[in-house]
């Protein structure tokens, strides 16, 4: 079936302005994480959707982050006022339900604040 | 604070040559090991591991697990131009189901 798909592709802002990311995970999949993978570096995880329950957002790094899902599907990942700093590729994964299951990567949103 | 530590951080080698890399981690409430291979954007998944001493494989990728020394080893056999890359070593724990990656070993095979 379909993986993870991811959109735009790329997105370049300027300092100051609000992005949407969007994220379509593997159909079925209730699990939903969002990581940040900034240059020359590995994925730092966001936050994570399982289903109906409290997102885990422990690694938001600062309140102008935040992340919606709604129910099992589409995710939303929304950066206000952005930053230099938040150049970044943004990555989607989801997975089934369940303590070991593998996670699956969508393509990556890259986005430039200049 | 949980870490994962991979090495080398670049390698380079001649097409057919066989590679090692390594990952070392420290995790509270260890779980899986996982490798993807990250060629540009989507890190694609190769293996996970949650049990130590069994190998697994994949036409000529394997990788094992050593739970008491804490650290996961993924070899390359024959290496072609196609697996240059950056392989990403990542643990899971009891503590969330975020994983906690590694920085990644980038790898160049030369024709």
């Known amino acids: 079936g379909a993986g993870v798909s991811q959109s735009p592709s790329n997105k370049v802002t300027e300092k100051g302005k609000d992005v949407e990311l969007r994220c379509d995970p593997i159909s079925g999949h209730t699990a939903l994480y969002w990581y940040r993978q900034r240059l020359g570096q590995g994925l730092e995880f966001l936050i994570y959707?399982?289903?109906?329950?409290?997102?885990?957002k422990s690694g938001l790094p600062s309140d102008r982050f935040s992340a919606e899902r709604t129910g099992e599907s589409v995710s939303t990942l929304t950066i206000q006022r952005t930053q230099q700093e938040d150049s970044a590729v943004y990555l989607c994964?989801?997975?089934?339900?369940?303590?070991?299951?593998?996670?699956?990567f969508g393509p990556g949103t890259r986005l430039l604040v200049l | 604070e949980d870490k994962v530590v991979q090495s080398p951080l670049s390698l380079v080698v001649h097409e057919g040559d066989t590679v090692t890399l390594n990952c070392s981690y420290e995790?509270?409430?260890?779980?899986?090991l996982l490798w993807y291979k990250q060629e540009k954007k989507a890190p694609t998944f190769l293996f996970m591991l949650?049990?130590?001493?069994i190998e697994k494989k994949s036409g000529r990728l394997s990788s094992i697990l050593d739970k008491k020394e804490l650290f996961s080893i993924l070899n390359i056999t024959a290496t072609q131009t196609g697996d240059s890359a950056v392989y990403l070593c990542a643990v899971n724990s009891n503590s969330g189901y975020a994983l906690n990656f590694g920085k990644g070993t980038s790898l160049l095979v030369t024709p």
């Open positions: 995790v509270t409430n260890f779980r899986s």
């Open positions: 994964a989801s997975s089934r339900p369940g303590g070991i299951e593998t996670q699956y």
């Open positions: 959707f399982q289903g109906n329950s409290a997102p885990d």
């Open positions: 949650t049990s130590s001493g």
